[in-house]
């Protein structure tokens, strides 16, 4: 019935041992799920396409698996990799499985520019998928195991210098690494101003009475941005009484 089905062309073999019913049509993700079914029990879209299915990247990726370690296989048009240490629970995105958003963060980091990896972890965290500190223990884990990505995803958190309970948007992260390269004096970040702390400051100078507040688009509505814009002015006015 198979081997009639693909004659006839109601099924399609993208990879060996994976069928799949044709007309459906071939987007990012089934091309991805295909490739993990490819790859065998265990197999998992990690890297790159990890990152495009947490939305870290803007576009879809060239599919990118790991496969336990003791697997040899190549696929064409995939990229595998052999892991010693891929996760037995895994999280399923778009229909595809993956990894949790803190190894795929890792992992980036052994294979795209460094600028990349840094857009991805801001983004990870202004969308609320992990905070700083769930990155640095998935990093202090896996640090133990000698995986690649470790040492740059540790310079990234290094460099962010992220403290406080309260994660930086992208663009507050962006802001904050203009400031050091321009050689100004770093000011005391997320700031609490108002009688009852109801205010939190973006970038302050008090000594120069002046604060920074910087705005986006990406997350927010045009209405919350007014908004936090009403409340910007307002923290202002209290930090200085």
Excluded at 2 to 17: K, S, V
Excluded at 19 to 27: E, P, R, T
Aim: proline share 6%; with cysteine.
């Amino acid at each position: 019935m198979i081997a009639t089905d693909l004659a006839n062309g109601r099924l399609e073999r993208p990879h060996p041992g994976v069928l799949a019913i044709c007309g459906v049509g071939w987007n990012p993700a089934r091309v991805l799920l295909a490739a993990t079914l490819a790859g065998g029990e265990g197999a998992q879209a990690t890297h790159r396409a990890g990152a495009w299915l947490w939305s870290l990247t803007r576009h879809s990726q060239m599919p990118e698996i790991s496969v336990p370690r003791e697997r040899c296989i190549q696929l064409a048009g995939v990229r595998v990799h052999r892991a010693r240490d891929l996760p037995n629970e895994f999280v399923v995105r778009l229909g595809v499985p993956t990894t949790d958003v803190n190894r795929v963060l890792i992992d980036l980091g052994a294979v795209p520019r460094f600028r990349k990896v840094r857009d991805a972890l801001d983004r990870a965290i202004a969308m609320k998928h992990t905070t700083p500190m769930r990155v640095l223990a998935e990093l202090d884990e896996l640090a133990r195991r000698g995986r690649r990505g470790v040492g740059v995803m540790r310079a990234l958190l290094d460099e962010a210098g992220v403290t406080g309970s309260h994660p930086p948007s992208v663009l507050e992260a962006k802001t904050h690494r203009l400031i050091r390269r321009a050689g100004l004096r770093e000011p005391d970040c997320e700031l609490v101003a108002g009688v009852n702390g109801e205010y939190r400051l973006d970038f302050p100078w008090p000594e120069a009475s002046l604060t920074m507040e910087v705005d986006g688009w990406m997350y927010r509505t045009p209405d919350q941005v007014v908004d936090e814009l009403r409340t910007a002015y307002a923290s202002r006015a209290a930090m200085f009484r």
